[in-house]
């Protein structure tokens, strides 16, 4: 029991080592069942001004009990035999749970930048285009600064408050901005959170699974979908409107006592996590555009 409690405990305490996740709000205290309950806010009240008409209308705003269940991720059983144990100078187990641990958390975060990411463009949801020269290898668009202005234009009519808004590069972007733009480069660093100097409001953040998106369409690809002839697309968002949530973690272990034949002990793990948008809008893509031709 007490190795088993061990590697729950390693697991859980992994530190979130991406910045923009880390801006979005934790919902962990509410993952009762390993289920979110959030309430769905209906419409606004009606505002009037100089209003000279009484009694005033009575209107009701309706709200609804919206339950999100966490994904659930597992991974496969490791055999660790009791020879290995014996034979070897460090400590196997450990490696495998950090091992296992790091699995979990790369697949977690990729998915929660890929639900966090527009479905397609729309009035709340801009899909934009990058517009700059073509690629080294000639098949799409560079992000220009200009592009992250024309997102930041998209969040100022959607009226999307300044503190707050995240963007997260992708490599291609990151290394576009690079070549082209010289005092990018010179304010350019990544320390273990990830983050960039700010731009134009955005907190800015590199990550390198960012998703994927059909260029001509301005349609994200879905998740787990092969990406060949796709574009890979940088994200912005609101981070008070995103959330995250972890739920229960377990661990799951035969020892090698209980396994005669093959002596050897075996391990997996399984955990609950979401992250997404709250409500569909205050989120944004810029896609690298297809070189015409190419």
């Known amino acids: 029991e007490v190795w088993t409690g061990h590697m729950v405990k390693a697991m859980r305490v992994s530190a979130d080592r991406l910045g923009w996740y880390n801006k979005i709000r934790s919902f962990d205290q509410y993952a009762e069942n390993d289920v979110i309950h959030l309430v769905h806010i ?8 100089n209003n000279t008409t009484y009694p005033l209308a009575i209107e009701t705003l309706a709200d609804a ?9 597992q991974t496969k059983p490791t055999s660790i035999t009791d020879d290995e144990l014996h034979a070897i100078s460090y400590d196997k187990m450990a490696s495998v749970i950090e091992r296992h641990r790091d699995a979990i958390d790369a ?12 479905a397609e463009d729309g009035g709340k949801t801009p899909v934009l285009l990058t517009s700059g020269d073509a690629s080294t290898d000639g098949t799409r668009k560079t992000i220009t600064r200009e592009d992250i202005i024309a997102m930041k234009s998209k969040f100022d009519a959607m009226k999307v408050p300044v503190d707050g808004r995240v963007l997260v590069l992708c490599n ?8 082209s733009d010289q005092k990018f480069a ?4 990544n320390y273990t ?3 960039i100097s700010n731009l134009y409001g955005f907190e800015v953040y590199e990550f390198q699974d960012c998703p994927y998106y059909t260029a001509t369409t301005k349609k994200k690809v879905e998740y787990g979908a092969s990406v060949s002839g796709k574009q890979q697309a940088s994200v912005a968002f609101y981070a008070p409107r995103m959330m995250r949530a972890n739920g229960t973690t377990k661990a799951y272990m ?4 209980n396994n005669p034949t093959t002596q050897a002990n075996l ?9 997404m948008p709250m409500k569909n809008e205050c989120i944004g893509a810029i896609v690298s555009a297809v070189v015409s031709g190419s």
């Open 42 to 49: 209906g419409v606004d009240p009606t505002v009037l001004i």
């Open 107 to 118: 697949v977690k975060y990729k998915r929660a930048i890929h639900s966090i990411a527009p």
């Open 267 to 275: 391990v997996n793990f399984r955990t609950y996590s979401i992250c």
């Open 65 to 73: 009990d919206k339950a999100i269940s966490l994904d659930k991720y």
């Open 186 to 189: 010179d304010q350019y660093y």
């Open 193 to 195: 959170t990830g983050k």
């Open 172 to 179: 291609e972007h990151v290394n576009d901005l690079l070549e």
């Open 254 to 257: 035969s020892e090698a006592r």
